[in-house]
Nanobody, 116 residues
Framework: QVQLVESGGGLVQPGESLRLSCEAS????????MTWYRRAPGKERESVAV????????DYVDSVKGRFTISRDNAKNTVYLQMNNLKSEDTAVYLC?????????WGQGTQVTVSS
């Protein structure tokens, strides 16, 4: 059974950090482009960070550049999102997606809430 399971979300104060994980099972992520998305209340889902299959190319939405870092460990079948200096506007459900050509797998998401 193919699954992507996100973890690491929670409630933090502005300026704090979280590290999200997205662990795959039922397939190997090694040939997939991995993307973190977020879905905030009342907003469209947006792509936050993307990493290519071998991890040497990354890209970020402007609002998180310099604060978030995406990485992957293909041996552990896991992709990560290190989020530093969190802001209230980062509050959202964070989801990961694996994509290879026309094949896509999505996780269920993990809630991140940034509030004082």
């Amino acid at each position: 059974q193919v699954q992507l399971v996100e973890s690491g979300g929670g409630l933090v104060q502005p300026g704090e950090s979280l590290r999200l994980s997205c662990e795959a099972s039922g397939f190997s992520i090694g040939t997939y482009v991995m993307t973190w998305y977020r879905r905030a209340p009342g907003k469209e889902r947006e792509s936050v960070a993307v990493i290519n299959s071998i991890g040497h190319i990354t890209d970020y939405v402007d609002s998180v550049k310099g604060r978030f870092t995406i990485s992957r460990d293909n041996a552990k079948n896991t992709v990560y999102l290190q989020m530093n200096n969190l802001k209230s506007e980062d509050t959202a459900v964070y989801l990961c997606k694996a994509q290879k050509r026309d094949v896509e797998y999505w996780g269920q998401g993990t809630q991140v809430t940034v509030s004082s």
